[in-house]
T-cell receptor, first 115, second 114 residues
Framework: QKEVEQNSGPLSVPEGAIASLNCTYS??????FFWYRQYSGKSPELIMF????GDKEDGRFTAQLNKASQYVSLLIRDSQPSDSATYLC???????????????FGKGTHLIIQP | SAVISQKPSRDICQRGTSLTIQCQVD?????MFWYRQQPGQSLTLIAT?????????ESGFVIDKFPISRPNLTFSTLTVSNMSPEDSSIYLC???????????FGPGTRLTVL
């Protein structure tokens, strides 16, 4: 059974600080890793993806992947109140036969940015 | 990214009835997926809607309960059959537009079963 684990929070971070969100996964065969942001009452929005070990930066967001430790994280620099949301970590369900995979999601971390 | 719409956006249904949810994409996509998000929970994959073949269901989900159609590359339906209050959830379709596993979600259908 594939599992994706996240601390549910809430994680409270002052405005302007760095928010650090963490995720671990159980399937060593997972190849693709995603961070989604979900505002209350809305559907998930893809904000970052990472496939290779190391860091990937996109604006204020940095995704970090360590496949040996089965660990993926998301850093949000210069946190803004509008970043307050639930952040979902997801990994692909690797299948044989090709084609895109469905995703296994963690339960999400509720992030609160305090003005 | 693709523009995805779902109908209905919400519905309240009686126990024992069925509801069909539609998902429409503004461009052709290879893969479409259906997820469920129960209250206060994360997303759970129900099935992959394959164009031209039967859907592929995840463990715990069966075709009799959640029949899926995928008549073309821009459209899919999910039916929730013989509903019970435990089926109350948000149902979301997603698409993988580029075959990269990067999935984009529709706005969701909020279902309440009384």
């Amino acid at each position: 059974q594939k599992e994706v684990e996240q601390n549910s929070g809430p994680l409270s971070v002052p405005e302007g600080a760095i928010a650090s969100l963490n995720c671990t996964y159980s399937d060593r065969g997972s190849q693709s890793f995603f961070w989604y942001r979900q505002y209350s009452g809305k559907s998930p929005e893809l904000i970052m993806f990472i496939y290779s070990n190391g860091d990937k930066e996109d604006g204020r967001f940095t995704a970090q992947l360590n496949k040996a430790s089965q660990y993926v994280s998301l850093l949000i620099r210069d946190s803004q109140p509008s970043d307050s949301a639930t952040y979902l970590c997801a990994v692909n369900n690797r299948r044989s036969g090709g084609g895109a995979d469905g995703l296994t999601f963690g339960k999400g971390t509720h992030l609160i940015i305090q003005p | 990214s693709a523009v995805i719409s779902q109908k209905p956006s919400r519905d309240i249904c009686q126990r024992g009835t069925s509801l069909t949810i539609q998902c429409q994409v503004d461009s052709q996509v290879t893969m479409m997926f259906w997820y469920r998000q129960q209250p206060g929970q994360s997303l759970t994959l129900i099935a992959t809607a394959n164009q031209g073949s039967e859907a592929t269901y995840e463990s715990g989900f069966v075709i009799d309960k959640f029949p899926i159609s995928r008549p073309n590359l821009t459209f899919s339906t999910l039916t929730v059959s013989n509903m019970s209050p435990e089926d109350s959830s948000i149902y979301l379709c997603s698409v993988d537009a580029w075959g990269t596993n990067e999935q984009f979600f529709g706005p969701g259908t909020r279902l309440t079963v009384l």
